[in-house]
T-cell receptor, first 111, second 116 residues
Framework: AQTVTQSQPEMSVQEAETVTLSCTYDTSENNYYLFWYKQPPSRQMILVIRQEAYKQQNATENRFSVNFQKAAKSFSLKISDSQLGDTAMYFCASHTDKLIFGTGTRLQVFP | DTGVSQDPRHKITKRGQNVTFRCDPISEHNRLYWYRQTLGQGPEFLTYFQNEAQLEKSRLLSDRFSAERPKGSFSTLEIQRTEQGDSAMYLC??????????????FGPGTRLTVT
């Protein structure tokens, strides 16, 4: 079975600071993908960053980067230089044949 | 690129009524997914299609739920004899599984169902 766990229901960070969101997952597959999705208030889900499990190099997308620890099945998201527009629910997800989400972390960025 | 669209955006119905939602995926996408999301929770997988074939249906999904994708394009999700526990946001997503092989899902805006 495929599971994703996010242990931080809520996080807050001051504008321009750095914040890290945690995620652990479990899968018996060797080939899988990991994702972080962002869901702003009352808006639709959009992709933040993607990591292929066979790649050792951590993915980065501008201010967003991941720390992928395959052996530990850990996949954390680091947001640098936080902006007010980063305020949203963040979902970690794993994909083998379908995408399975964690319960989410609500991130609030304060001025 | 028109993105994934869903109709209606909001639906209020009385308990016991049937409801049907429609999803139009991005035109070249061969996979289509349905998820349910309750307030403050992550999306919960319901079912998915590859072209017109329904490949998997969640065991959490009761027999009151049915989904179709008759021509491999748009999809419908029907809930029969609605219950208050069915109140949720129903999300549709689509993806392209070959060529890029990225498995990135593109989500629609969702249909919010309220059962009174």
């Amino acid at each position: 079975a495929q599971t994703v766990t996010q242990s931080q229901p809520e996080m807050s960070v001051q504008e321009a600071e750095t914040v890290t969101l945690s995620c652990t997952y479990d899968t018996s597959e060797n080939n899988y993908y990991l994702f972080w999705y962002k869901q702003p208030p009352s808006r639709q889900m959009i992709l933040v960053i993607r990591q292929e499990a066979y790649k050792q190099q951590n993915a980065t997308e501008n201010r967003f980067s991941v720390n992928f620890q395959k052996a530990a099945k850990s996949f954390s998201l680091k947001i640098s230089d936080s902006q007010l527009g980063d305020t949203a629910m963040y979902f970690c997800a794993s994909h083998t044949d379908k995408l399975i989400f964690g319960t989410g972390t609500r991130l609030q960025v304060f001025p | 690129d028109t993105g994934v669209s869903q109709d209606p955006r909001h639906k209020i119905t009385k308990r016991g009524q049937n409801v049907t939602f429609r999803c139009d995926p991005i035109s070249e996408h061969n996979r289509l997914y349905w998820y349910r999301q309750t307030l403050g929770q992550g999306p919960e997988f319901l079912t998915y299609f590859q072209n017109e074939a329904q490949l998997e249906k969640s065991r959490l999904l009761s027999d009151r739920f049915s989904a179709e994708r008759p021509k491999g394009s748009f999809s419908t999700l029907e809930i029969q004899r609605t219950e208050q526990g069915d109140s949720a946001m129903y999300l549709c997503a689509s993806s392209l599984t070959f060529l890029a092989d990225t498995y990135e899902l593109y989500f629609g805006p969702g249909t919010r169902l309220t059962v009174t």
